[in-house]
């Protein structure tokens, strides 16, 4: 079964850095359609950013994280990432990744955050961010 595996996070002060990974296993992200999204507490999922192989232009962001993250593919296009800087108290959140995949066999997993657009989902991962 393909799956989402994602590490990193952890708890910063504000202005620092960290960077989220998001290895796919058992699968690639080739023809990629990748995103990266975070769910506070007692909030709605936002997406933070995504980025499809499509021709579609440039990694989107949103606007709150415009200029301080950045989302980006290793070249085997097996682990994504989510480089967070300039990070702010209004970051804290659990982060998700995820990806729509045409997995041979597998139609995916449960929609998140009830987002149909993206059929995997990694397990989630905490950042917190103190003033």
């Known amino acids: 079964e393909v799956q989402l595996v994602q590490s990193g996070g952890g708890s910063v002060q504000a202005g620092g850095s960290l960077r989220l990974s998001c290895t796919v296993s058992g699968f690639g992200f080739d023809d990629f359609d990748v995103a990266w999204y975070r769910q506070a507490p007692g909030k709605e999922c936002e997406l933070v950013s995504s980025?499809?192989?499509?021709?579609?232009?440039?990694?989107f962001y949103a606007d709150s994280v415009k200029g301080r993250f950045t989302l980006s593919l290793d070249n085997a296009k097996t682990t994504m990432y989510l480089q967070m800087n300039s990070l702010r108290p209004e970051d804290t959140a659990v982060y998700y990744c995820a990806a729509d995949l045409s997995v041979p066999g597998e139609a995916g997993q449960q929609p998140r955050c009830g987002i149909y657009e993206y059929n995997y989902w990694g397990q989630g991962t905490q950042v917190t961010v103190s003033s």
């Open positions: 980025f499809a192989d499509d021709g579609s232009g440039p990694p």
